[in-house]
């Protein structure tokens, strides 16, 4: 087998060892990655032919990953150098690790409207693509004309057109599954952003959100918010040593300073198991979980 270090150093690909969760999830909490590798435009492809004969994960802002407190001995390829934008027209072809409120910000500038409800999601626009991220109404599909991707089972490089994703609620399916997000073709933006209303929701997402590191929404909301249905148990405020369902919002667990992924994982039970006992309903969790584990796989998705 190749040496991945003689590899990476060779190509330039920037990475790292031994990489703490608080410095790759935004819950701030969990254990170690093995290796981080981030590449940029120039080789990304030729990273991705060599991961997949590791264990492996792809990670944005991980703003919806929870890092397994026994760690993770694969690789983890980060992102944060696919960032570039280059627009032509009304189409913007966007690195997939390029931030949602940096992308709002840049159509701001263009006075383009669009994704002002989206602008306060901390998500990496390749993240946001694979959950189908969404807020006040909108969805990002809504404005995709394309994806392309590295199909790592072909090491091909393909492009995919919206219809042939399958978009649904806060996801796209098994469309990704075995392939890695590299730019996403944008359309659909009109003259004239409406910045007050970009502020506002943003002041109400700070308002009724809490402050604290997390993973933004737990689960999935079903015929009703799940949580409207956690606080219906009476679960506010619950904790599992450092780490708490949150004060001010139901649905989100926050980490107090030093929670682990156990404490989260705890409480995403405790929520989970009384919202089916109270009323019947089985809450389906949003997060992702990187992990060795399969039972903590199947732990999340029962």
């Known amino acids: ?29 969990g254990g170690i990655v093995k290796l981080v590798i981030s590449p940029n435009d120039h080789n990304i492809n030729e990273s991705l032919a060599i991961v997949r004969d590791f264990p492996h994960y792809f990670l944005g802002n991980g703003s919806n990953t929870l890092i397994d407190d026994y760690g993770f001995d694969g690789v983890v390829v ?49 993240g946001a693509c694979v959950m189908n991220a ?52 944008l359309t659909g933006f009109t003259q004239g952003y409406d910045a007050s209303l970009s502020r506002a929701l943003r002041e109400k997402r700070r308002n009724s959100q809490p402050n604290k590191p997390s993973l933004g929404s737990v689960f999935k909301s079903t015929t009703l918010p799940a949580g409207y249905l956690i606080d219906k148990c009476g679960l506010k405020g619950t904790r599992a040593k450092c780490a708490q369902i ?14 682990s992924a156990s404490d989260y994982l705890t409480l995403l039970a405790i929520a989970r198991d009384t919202v089916k006992r109270r009323f019947g309903i089985t809450l389906t969790p949003e997060i992702k979980i990187l992990t060795n584990r399969k039972e903590i796989w199947e732990f999340t998705t029962q």
């Open 246 to 259: 949150s004060p001010t919002h139901a649905n989100f667990i926050v980490n107090n300073g030093g929670g």
């Open 134 to 185: 969404g807020a006040y109404g909108i969805e990002i599909c809504e404005f995709i004309k394309e994806i392309t991707c590295y199909d790592l089972a072909t090491q091909r490089e393909l492009t995919i057109g919206a219809k042939d994703i399958a978009f649904s609620y806060r996801s796209s399916g098994d469309s990704f599954k075995n392939a890695f997000i590299k730019s996403v073709k």
């Open 78 to 126: 980060c992102t944060k150098n696919l960032n570039t934008i280059v627009r032509d027209n009304n189409e913007f072809t966007v690195g997939a690790g390029t931030l949602i409120p940096y992308l709002n910000a840049y159509l701001e500038r263009l006075n383009l409207s669009g994704l002002e409800r989206l602008s306060g999601i901390p998500a990496s626009l390749g």
């Open 1 to 29: 087998m190749i040496n991945i270090e003689n590899f990476l150093a060779e190509k330039n690909i920037d990475y790292e060892y031994d990489v703490s969760a608080e410095k790759l999830s935004t819950y701030k909490g």
